[in-house]
């Protein structure tokens, strides 16, 4: 009977101590659905265009900066990460990651590796 119940118990206990194999990485990183981020984005005098073929622009009129002067990228979103590749003039590129926070319809929010976030509504 002894016997019994120690096996009864090791079993219990090895039960009791497995955990799920699934991933919970879907509740910590959201997808986004990268359709709503098409279009002009507006965060005070900063503007972020981002068309449909992954490219995109950036650029500030408080730098006396027009559209037609932009700074270029490409883009990418994977779960909850935009992550902009500016293409500058020589050649070279920058990357730049971003963490999601909010992306509707009308309203984008990020923020960089340092939590500095910006909030932009669509224009």
Same mark, same amino acid.
């Given at each position: 009977?002894?016997?019994?119940?120690?096996?009864?118990?090791?079993?219990?206990?090895?039960?009791?101590?497995?955990?799920?194999?699934?991933?919970?990485?879907?509740?910590?990183?959201?997808?986004?659905?990268?359709?709503?981020?098409?279009?002009?984005?507006?965060?005070?005098?900063?503007?972020?265009?981002?068309?449909?073929?992954?490219?995109?622009?950036?650029?500030?009129?408080?730098?006396?900066?027009?559209?037609?002067?932009?700074?270029?990228?490409?883009?990418?979103?994977? &779960?909850?990460?935009?992550?902009?590749?500016?293409?500058?003039?020589?050649?070279? &590129?920058?990357?730049?990651?971003?963490?999601?926070?909010?992306?509707?319809?009308?309203?984008?929010?990020?923020?960089?590796?340092?939590?500095?976030? &910006?909030?932009?509504?669509?224009?």
């Amino acid at each position: 009977m002894k016997r019994f119940a120690l096996i009864f118990v090791s079993i219990a206990a090895t039960v009791l101590s497995m955990t799920s194999c699934s991933s919970d990485d879907d509740d910590v990183n959201p997808n986004f659905d990268e359709s709503l981020i098409i279009g002009k984005w507006k965060s005070g005098t900063l503007y972020e265009r981002y068309d449909l073929d992954y490219s995109g622009a950036t650029w500030d009129t408080a730098d006396d900066v027009t559209e037609a002067e932009a700074q270029n990228f490409t883009w990418t979103i994977t &779960k909850d990460q935009l992550e902009q590749i500016h293409i500058i003039e020589n050649g070279g &590129k920058v990357p730049k990651v971003y963490t999601i926070t909010n992306l509707t319809a009308t309203t984008l929010e990020y923020e960089d590796a340092y939590r500095k976030s &910006k909030s932009f509504s669509k224009i």
